[in-house]
């Protein structure tokens, strides 16, 4: 039995793990990705503007 008890760990980790990256696949694009991507591009925006030095 302590096979078992050693296997146990790792299996419920990948488990876990190919749950998360199934989610997140999910969730890429949708209904809300040009809301998403008008954020990053407005966050890069400010980002490159404050980078620029003023004359």
Do not use: C, H
């Given at each position: 039995?302590?096979?078992?008890?050693a296997l146990?760990?790792?299996?419920?980790?990948?488990?876990?793990?190919?749950?998360?990256?199934?989610?997140?696949v999910k969730?890429?694009?949708?209904?809300?990705?040009?809301?998403?991507?008008?954020?990053?591009?407005?966050?890069?925006?400010?980002a490159e503007?404050?980078?620029?030095?003023?004359?």
């Amino acid at each position: 039995m302590d096979y078992v008890s050693a296997l146990v760990p790792p299996i419920v980790m990948a488990a876990f793990f190919i749950a998360l990256v199934v989610t997140i696949v999910k969730t890429q694009g949708g209904a809300n990705k040009a809301k998403e991507d008008a954020a990053v591009d407005a966050v890069l925006a400010r980002a490159e503007a404050a980078q620029q030095p003023r004359k």
